[in-house]
């Protein structure tokens, strides 16, 4: 028996039957950790042809829990002139922060990688579907992920995950450290993920001032993590994107409430097209399929993210 969300299909205009919203009854993180290794059959034969690529490096930050009206109140015309920008996202059902972010880095909803569940613990198996972590390496290319909560560390496999545990590490300690990392490592892909937005909506209340002061902290930490890339000598040939894994009311969030689920999802740096305004509808699994289009590597047969075209400038920038 499945539970249905209608309200949110309603959301969904535009994305035709793109997204299927089911929750089995009862589901266990075993069991959907189970279905998540074979739920999946492996691609056919034919390898899709690999787009012209745009970027030599991604770097992705999650504001989790930051949702997008707060965040568009404070976005300065600094970063808006530079960057695309659509206020209107969407994440996937339940709008949480382990099955959103999967789906982010996955480039499928829940009804495919079956990870309802939000909690996670070391020694529990990790995601074994292709992602963009595991495509980024099959291409040649070197990924670093910086997480600011642990269950997060079941995106990628452990060598690659970097646990910054929050309250310690607020998300300005977390930004510093990717600054840093970038600059050692130039990754290829930089996954980025800070705490400190969820915390207090669900301390203080989501739209809370609390909680808006902290939202209002974003625009200088992505400011900052741009000079830093700038810094590297890597921003003309850098993407950034910008985006958060759910909303929240009041103090919480995983429903099909408009709160919950509408999410920031910015384009920034050399690789973006500025000044643009996005207005295609997006799905938080478009993130995947974007860093894979403009890193020029194939996006797997059977995703259902489709990359935003609209946020990449034409052509990877020369050195």
């Known amino acids: 028996m499945a539970t249905t969300f209608p309200s949110f299909n309603a959301l969904q205009a535009g994305k035709g039957d793109r997204v299927s919203v089911r929750r089995p009854l009862a589901p266990t993180p075993l069991l959907a950790l189970l279905v998540v290794a074979v739920g999946i059959a492996a691609p056919g034969t034919t390898q899709a042809r690999a787009p012209a690529a745009v970027a030599r490096h991604v770097i992705i930050l999650s504001l989790d829990g930051a949702r997008a009206d707060a965040l568009q109140r404070v976005w300065p015309p600094s970063l808006r002139e530079q960057g695309a920008a659509s206020w209107s996202a969407r994440t996937t059902l339940p709008s949480s922060t382990l099955p959103s972010h999967t789906s982010m880095v996955t480039g499928v909803g829940p009804e495919t990688h079956h990870v309802r569940f939000n909690d996670w613990h070391p020694g529990q198996p990790r995601l074994a579907l292709p992602s963009i972590f595991t495509e980024v390496r ?37 930004i510093e450290t990717a600054g840093r990392t970038f600059a050692e490592e130039r990754p290829t892909l930089l996954f980025i993920h800070v705490a400190d937005p969820d915390d207090a909506g669900h301390r203080d209340g989501w739209m809370s001032e609390p909680y808006l002061n902290v939202i209002a ?58 000044g643009a305004t996005l207005t295609q509808p997006i799905m938080t699994y478009d993130t995947a399929a974007t860093v894979l289009q403009a890193l020029g590597i194939p996006i797997p047969p059977g995703w259902q993210g489709r990359p935003v075209t609209d946020a990449l400038a034409a052509e990877v920038p020369k050195r």
């Open 138 to 174: 099959r291409g040649g290319g070197t990924v670093r992920l910086l997480v600011a909560k642990r269950k997060l560390e079941f995106l990628a496999a452990a060598e690659l995950v970097t646990y910054l545990s929050f309250p310690r590490h607020r998300q300005g300690d977390v």
């Open 217 to 274: 902290e974003a625009p200088l930490l992505v400011a900052r993590l741009l000079r830093d890339v700038a810094a590297a000598g890597r921003l003309g040939e850098t993407l950034l994107i910008v985006t958060a894994d759910h909303g929240g009311h009041d103090r919480t969030h995983g429903t099909a409430r408009p709160e919950d689920v509408t999410i920031p999802w910015v384009a920034l740096g050399g690789a973006a097209r500025a």
